[in-house]
C-alpha cells in the first residue's frame, strides 16, 4: 500500500493533465467533425464520438495499469515484448485484414487492432534496453548493426504490409541515436540527403544544382571570408557553362540545359578540389567535395526516378511526397485542408459551425484531418493551443527523460518524445501543406481506439518508469 | 558524466522550431490571408435555380390546350458511385448499356463530385419502377422537372414547342442558363416571357457530394420563382381537332376567325404532327424525322407561309373595289361566251349577260375581267388606277403581314407599280396585260389566313381587327388581362358589301353549295375557288362566313391539288361552320362527314386536268 502511494506521489501530474487535455479537445473535435443531426447526444454510441468516449475511458483504464506494473517488469520484459510483436507483425502479413490498402490490421472480435501502432512502443523499450546495457557502445559495428536491426526489422514488417506512413515514424530513431552519442555528423548527412531529395524531387534537378552551388559559395564565403577567390569561383563556374552552352547552340544541339550544369558543376569543382588539395586547405575540400556529392546524388536521384523505376514506383514516391497535381488526387485533400483551416480566422467560426468539415470537404476528418476541424472551429486560438500543448508535452518528456538516471529510462522517454514529435510534426504539416500527405495519426486527439491505447501505453510506460527515478533499476 | 547531454538542446531546438514554423504558417493562414474565407464558402454555397412550371395555354371555353405534366431526370455524382448492376438499370430507365457506360463516361470527365444528367425527361411510368429500386444505386438521384402535354394533340404548328437554349441565345439574353428551356417556334415561343415565369433562386449549403444540408443564411438571399402566366386564346380546340380530322390525308390550311373579335377561332395546316412527339427524351429524334419529311413538311404552318394565288375567292375583293372607286355599278350587266370568251374564257355555264350577283354566284370569269378593267382602264391613267386598286388590296390585308403573334407569317404578293414598269416598261402595260389579276391568278399570291381575313372584313361591312391567337393573359393572381387589338377600317361603303354578300349568299343557296355548305337554320355566305397551279392539280379554295347578320365565324379553306373548291373546300368550310354554330352535324350530313374524312388526296398519283 505504500509502495502504491509512493507510485501516484512521483508521477508526473503534468505530463498526464496535458495527455487528458488531449483527450478531451480531441474528443470534443470529433463530435463536431462527425456531427450527425439524427445522433445529436455526444454519448451516442453508434456513433464516432460515443465510441470514442469508450476508448477513453479504456485508455485511462490502461494507464492507470501501467503506473500500477511495476517498473521493472519493462526492463526485463523489454525484448520478449518485442520479439512477441515482431510475430504479431509477421502474422499480420497472412491473416490481416486490407483498409485503405494497407493488409495493417487484425480483427478480433469487433475490434480493429494496428499491431504496427504497438510496435512503436516495443521497439523503443527493446532500443532502451539494448542502449542501457552494459557491453553497449555507440560505435562499434556490434551495437550499431544490432540497434540497426531493432529498428529495420519492424520497419521491413510493416512497408511489407503496405502502410508506408507508418514504417517512415521509426526513421526518427536517429534523434534518440543522437541524443546517446551518435556522430553527429550522420544527422547532419542524413538531414542533407533527405533535403538534396525532396529539393530534387518537389523541384527538378536543375534547380537544385544551383540552390546547391548558390550554398556552397555563400558557407565557402561564411567560412573563409574571401570575397576575390569567390567571385573568381562564380567566374570559372559561369564561364564553363556558357562556353558549353555556347558549343551546344553553334552545332545546333538540343542537349537539355541539366548536363551543362551539371557538367559545369562537375568540372569546375573538381578544379578547385585538385586546388584546394594543393593548397592543403581541408575544410575547403571537405565543402567541395560534400557539394559534389549532393549534385552526384541529386543527379542519380532524378536519373534512377525517371529511367529505372517503373511507373507504379513513381506514382508511390510522389503520392508520398505529396507531389499530385491532379486536384482529385491527395492535392484536392490537402487544398480542403487548408481552405479549412485558413477559413478559422482568429476565434474560428465556433463550434459546429465549421461548414468545410461539417459538410465532408476534408477527408478522414475525423482521423489523420483532426486538425482542421480545430483550426476551423476555433481558428488561430484552438490551432495555437493545440500546438503550445504538444510542444509543452515534448519539452516536458525531454526534462524528465533528462532528469531520470536511468539510462533506460531516459532512452525510452526520448523515443517516446521523438515519436510524439514525428507524428505531430508531419500530421499537422500535412493539413497546413507543410508535409507530404503520409496518413498517421495525431496522438491522443484522433479518432480511433487502435492508436489511442497504443500512445497511451507509449507514453504511461515512460511516466511508471519516470515515478521510479529515485529507484535504481537493475537487469 | 554524461557527454552527450547538451545535445538534448539541439532536439529540443528542432522542437522548437517545427512549432514556430507551424505558429508561423497558421498565423498566416489563419488571420493574414483572407482568402480561404471567401474559398470556403464558395465550396458550400451552391445556388440552386428554381424552375416555374410554364404557363397553361387555354382555348375559347377554357379547356387546357397545353398544360404541364411531370418528368424527372436521373442524374449522377461520379465519385458516389459503387459497382452496381449495370443490366438491371439500364432495363429499368430503357438504355443501352452502351449509352449508360457513355453516359457515365462524359459525367466524370465534367466533374467528380458534381452532379451530371444520365438521362433527361423520363416519363412518370418509369421513373415509379426507378424510384423503388434507387436505393440500389449509391450515387444515383432524381430530379423533377416540368415537360409540356397536348392533350388535343392538334394545332402542333400553332402551339409550336420548346426547346433547350443554345449558346447564341444564352449569349444574347442572360436570363437563360445551361440546360433551359425556351419556346422555339409557334405561342410558346410568341409568348415566351409570359409563358416562362421568373426563375427563382435557392441558396443552399451542401456537402463535397452535393448534398443539401440545410439553407444558407436562412433564405435571406433567396428569390421565388414566379409562376408563367397562362395564355387564354380564341381557338376552339374540339373545332380544331374537327378540322384536322377532316384534314385527314389531304393537304392544305384552314383558318378561321371571329370577324367581330379578330380572334382566330381555328388555324389548322395539313400534314401535321401529333405535338407531343416533340416532348421528352423522344424530342430530338422526332424532331429529325419531321424536319426532314421533305415531302408533307409537317413542321410548316401553310397558314401562314403558305402562299398561294387566291384564285376566283379574290373576286370578291375586285368587285368591291370596284363598286367604291365607281368603275361599276351593282346592276352592270356583262356578257359571257363561256368557253369563248376573251380574253380569259369562262368555263362555268350560266346565263348572260350577268350583273354582280350573278357574277359571283357563278364566278363568270368574263364578268370579272369586265370588271376588272373597268377598274384600271377607267379615266384617269393607269398606273394611278392600278396604284389606288392596289392601296385597296393592301387594306384588305393582302401583301402584307397581318400581324398575328405568329412570327413566320410572310407578306403574299400584290405587285407594286414600280414591278409592272419594270417588267413590261413604263405606261406599257394596262388592264389587258395584267388580266391574270381579275381572276385571282397570275402574279397574285395570298396566304390562307390572309383570304380569311379578307371574308372577316366583308362579314364586318368593311372592318376587320386585327387577327390573333391570344386573346389574354391570365397573370398570376389569376386575374384575365384582355388584350387590345387594333380595328383597321376600310374606306368602302357597307351597302357594297351587302351587295357582294347577297351574291355569297347566292353562291350557297343557289348552286350545288345548296347540298354542301347550306344550312337550314343558319344563312351561309362563301366563295369557291378553283386555282390553276402549274405543278399539278388545281387548289381547291373556299372562303365563307356565318350567320349573314351577325357574322360568328369567317372562314378560308384551302386544299392543294384537290380540283373544284366545291368539291372538297367548300363542303370542309360548310361543315366547319356548322360544327362551330350549331356543335353538331345535321344526320343528312353525316355522309358527306364521312367520305371528306376518308378522301385520301395525298397517296393518289395526281394527274394535271
Partial sequence: ?475 | MDTFSKRKFIIAGIMLGIAVIFIIRLFSMQILNKSYKQFATRNVLRRITVFPARGFIYDRKMNFMVYNKAAYDLLVVPREVKPFDTTELCNIIQLERVDLREALKKAKQFSYYKPSIIVGQISPDIYAPLQEKLYKYPGFFVQSRTLREYPSKSAAQILGYVGEVNQHIMESDKYYGMGDYIGVSGLEKAYEKDLRGIKGVKNSMVDVHNRIKGRYNNGEADTTAILGHNLLTGMDSKLQAYAELLMTNKRGAIVAIEPSTGEIILMVSTPSYDPNLLVGRQRGTNYGILERDSVNKPMWNRAIIGTYSPGSTFKLANALIALQVHAITPFDRFSCSGPASTPIKCTHIHVSPLAMREGIRESCNSYFWNVYRSIINRSGNVSDNYQKWRDYMVSFGFGQKIGTELTSEVKGFIPELSYYDKLYGQARWNAMTIRSNSIGQGEILATPLQMANMVSMVANRGYYITPHLVKAIQDTNRVFRELKYDKKVMDISPEYFNTVIEGMQAVVDETKLKMTVHLDNIIVCGKTGTVQNPHGADHSAFVGFAPRDNPKIAIAVFIENAGFGATYAAPIGGLLIEKYLNDSIAPKRKELEQRLIETDLLNVVQVKK
Avoid at chain 1, 9 to 23: G, K, P
Avoid at chain 1, 48 to 54: A, S
Avoid at chain 1, 380 to 406: C, D, M, P, Q, Y
Avoid at chain 1, 443 to 469: E, I, N
Wanted: net charge positive.
Fill in chain 1, 1 to 475: 500500500m505504500e509502495k502504491r502511494n509512493n507510485v501516484w506521489a512521483n508521477v508526473d501530474w503534468i505530463t498526464i493533465s496535458i495527455y487528458l487535455a488531449m483527450m478531451l479537445i480531441g474528443w470534443v473535435n470529433i463530435y463536431a467533425a462527425v456531427y450527425n443531426q439524427e445522433h445529436k447526444s455526444i454519448f451516442d454510441m453508434t456513433q464516432q464520438y460515443g465510441k470514442q468516449l469508450i476508448w477513453i475511458f479504456a485508455a485511462i483504464f490502461i494507464a492507470v495499469l501501467m503506473i500500477n506494473t511495476d517498473s521493472k517488469f519493462f526492463v526485463s520484459f523489454s525484448f520478449p515484448m518485442y520479439l512477441f510483436f515482431i510475430l504479431i507483425l509477421f502474422l499480420v502479413l497472412f491473416i490481416g485484414k486490407e483498409i485503405n490498402g494497407a493488409r495493417s490490421w487484425i480483427e478480433i472480435g469487433n475490434f480493429l487492432i494496428q499491431p504496427s501502432e504497438f510496435m512503436k512502443m516495443a521497439t523503443s523499450l527493446a532500443i532502451a534496453r539494448y542502449i542501457s546495457s552494459y557491453n553497449f557502445k555507440m560505435h562499434s559495428y556490434k551495437s550499431l548493426l544490432t540497434l540497426c536491426g531493432i529498428i529495420f526489422i519492424p520497419v521491413g514488417l510493416i512497408f511489407l504490409q503496405n502502410d508506408t506512413g507508418s514504417a517512415l515514424v521509426f526513421g526518427v530513431f536517429l534523434l534518440v541515436l543522437y541524443r546517446e552519442g551518435l556522430n553527429g555528423i550522420v544527422l547532419f548527412f542524413t538531414f542533407l540527403i533527405l533535403l538534396v531529395f525532396i529539393l530534387t524531387m518537389i523541384l527538378d534537378p536543375l534547380i537544385t544544382i544551383l540552390i546547391l552551388t548558390i550554398a556552397a559559395f555563400v558557407i565557402n564565403y561564411l567560412i573563409r571570408k574571401k570575397v576575390k577567390r569567390n567571385l573568381i569561383g562564380i567566374g570559372v563556374f559561369t564561364s564553363i557553362f556558357g562556353v558549353l552552352w555556347l558549343i551546344n547552340y553553334l552545332l545546333q544541339g538540343t542537349v537539355d540545359a541539366l548536363y551543362f550544369i551539371f557538367a559545369a558543376a562537375f568540372i569546375s569543382s573538381s578544379l578547385f578540389f585538385i586546388w584546394a588539395m594543393v593548397l592543403r586547405k581541408r575544410s575547403l575540400a571537405i565543402l567541395i567535395g560534400i557539394y559534389l556529392g549532393c549534385v552526384l546524388f541529386s543527379v542519380s536521384v532524378d536519373f534512377v526516378f525517371h529511367n529505372i523505376m517503373e511507373q507504379h514506383q513513381r506514382d508511390r514516391i510522389n503520392e508520398l511526397l505529396g507531389i499530385q497535381s491532379d486536384v482529385h488526387g491527395s492535392g484536392y485533400h490537402v487544398n480542403q485542408s487548408k481552405i479549412a483551416i485558413g477559413s478559422g480566422g482568429l476565434f474560428g467560426k465556433g463550434f459546429l459551425q465549421g461548414t468545410q468539415t461539417k459538410f465532408n470537404f476534408v477527408p478522414e476528418q475525423s482521423t489523420d484531418f483532426i486538425f482542421c476541424t480545430i483550426g476551423e472551429e476555433w481558428g488561430f486560438l484552438g490551432t495555437a493551443t493545440v500546438i503550445g500543448l504538444f510542444i509543452g508535452l515534448l519539452l516536458r518528456l525531454i526534462f524528465l527523460a533528462e532528469r531520470n538516471h536511468s539510462k533506460f529510462s531516459r532512452v525510452y522517454g526520448y523515443c517516446v518524445a521523438t515519436i510524439l514529435f514525428f507524428h505531430f510534426a508531419v500530421n499537422i504539416g500535412m493539413t497546413i501543406g507543410l508535409a507530404p500527405v503520409i496518413g498517421i495519426p495525431l496522438p491522443f486527439f484522433s479518432y480511433g481506439g487502435s492508436s489511442l491505447w497504443s500512445f497511451t501505453l507509449l507514453l504511461f510506460v515512460f511516466v511508471r518508469l519516470d515515478a521510479s527515478r529515485f529507484e535504481q533499476l537493475s537487469f
